[in-house]
């Protein structure tokens, strides 16, 4: 990869600068040659937070500080795309268009019109220093990387589509990354995180590859449909809302597409698994209540997804003490269970840390856990036992 560092003034970047309302994005610099947020990248973020970063920009310019490195990457002669300053290159462009204004020593709104020829001058003559790259794929990628710890962090999402941008990402990111798109309403039901930030085509990409993004991605790249990956995802979205009739907020950003794989070829009666879903989410019992979209996949059996809620110490010890001072007036275990069987355990006095708490009545049968509804077994006895 050759790098090379580049001085630019502010007048050269921002030259032919377009900021598109429409796409929240700037376009070009450089006279054209630049493009500054290319198809597979982010969104203009810096005017998100009521303006503070875009204006902490211009403020800095000012005062002649500097506003970091930028790093831009040769495409080809004449072409060059930002890889990072996408934000900090549109905040001035932005604001020597008029689209906002800071606040002066004073305390006042200044729009760059309104400043003095000595201030517009001192924005549009200071310099960014620019490292330019060109390299193959790995090397640009690795690089994207290490870079990538100033400023507002990329997702990984992010960084893959600025790695494998091409007419695939174009594509992909019309469907998964506008949050104008009608579906989005129902999708982030299911999804977690935030659709311009690549969430939603992160989690399409995932499903669709079974988790192999990068290799996807890149096997895609010149791909001009998206018809597989739509289509994988539609299926997975369809047979969540089949199963599940019920939306509730527990189901946001489970693995569904591993939840699919695993559970889409059985069958189940959409009416039952609701009522399941109400009467397990309404528990006290259980914990980890988003185990219980694939607690009832699995047929109801492994509980350990639910992290049902366990016994105290206090309780153990209480528990203990009285059954095992009944046991040794009786001459037996103090484990109910190894009194009934023949061996050599009959008589067995079990020490504490060698017993576990169980439910008398199942958790899974309404019983709870409270001290009425404890008793202790042997290890051996509660493992055979389970967690019903
Ligand atoms: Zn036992």
């Not at 506003?67 to 996408?86: C, H, M, P, S, T």
């Not at 305390?107 to 310099?127: L, W």
């Not at 856990?369 to 389970?386: E, F």
């Amino acid at each position: 990869m050759i790098t090379t560092l580049k001085k630019y003034t502010i007048r050269e970047v921002i030259e032919g600068f377009v900021y598109n309302e429409l796409e929240g994005k700037g376009l070009f610099g450089l006279a054209g040659e630049l493009t500054i947020q290319p198809e597979y990248q982010r969104n203009y973020i810096y005017a998100s937070d009521g303006g503070k970063r875009e204006q902490a920009v211009v403020e800095s310019l000012l005062k002649e500080y500097p506003i970091g490195l930028l790093y831009f990457n040769k495409v080809r002669d004449n072409a060059l795309e930002v890889l990072d300053g996408q934000q900090r290159i549109t905040s001035v462009g932005r604001f020597v268009t008029g689209k906002f204004a800071v606040k002066d020593a004073n305390g006042h709104e200044q729009y760059f019109s309104g400043m003095t020829e000595v201030q517009r001058e001192k924005i549009m003559n200071a310099s960014l220093l620019v490292y330019v790259c060109e390299g193959d794929e790995p090397e640009i990628k690795d690089w994207f990387k290490t870079i990538n710890i100033a400023g507002v962090p990329l997702t990984q999402q992010e960084i893959l589509n600025a790695v494998y941008s091409g007419p695939f990402v174009t594509r992909a990111r019309e469907e998964f990354s506008n949050s104008n798109n009608s579906l989005v309403q129902k999708w982030s039901a299911y999804i977690a995180g935030d659709i311009k930030r690549q969430a939603y085509l992160e989690c399409s990409l995932n499903w669709v590859s079974r988790g192999e993004i990068d290799a996807y991605m890149s096997k895609h790249r010149h791909d001009h449909d998206i018809a597989e990956l739509k289509s994988h995802f539609i299926k997975v979205i369809d047979w969540i809302s089949g199963v599940f009739t019920d939306v509730e907020s527990e189901m946001k950003g489970l693995e569904w597409g591993r939840l699919y794989e695993a559970y889409h070829k059985q069958d189940y009666d959409p009416v039952e698994v609701s009522k399941q879903v109400r009467e397990l989410l309404s528990s006290f019992e259980i914990k980890d209540r988003r185990g219980v979209f694939e607690y009832i996949l699995g047929g109801s059996q492994d509980t350990k997804l639910l992290n049902v809620r366990v016994f105290d110490e206090p309780t153990k010890k209480v528990v203990y003490a009285k059954q095992t001072k009944a046991a040794q007036t009786k001459g037996e275990s103090n484990c109910p269970l190894c009194t009934i069987g023949h061996d050599a355990n009959h008589e067995k006095i079990w020490s504490l840390s060698e017993m576990d708490a169980d439910h008398v009545l199942a958790w899974s049968k309404g019983g709870e856990t409270n001290i009425s509804n404890c008793q202790m077994l042997c290890k051996t006895h509660n493992r055979a036992k389970g967690n019903r």
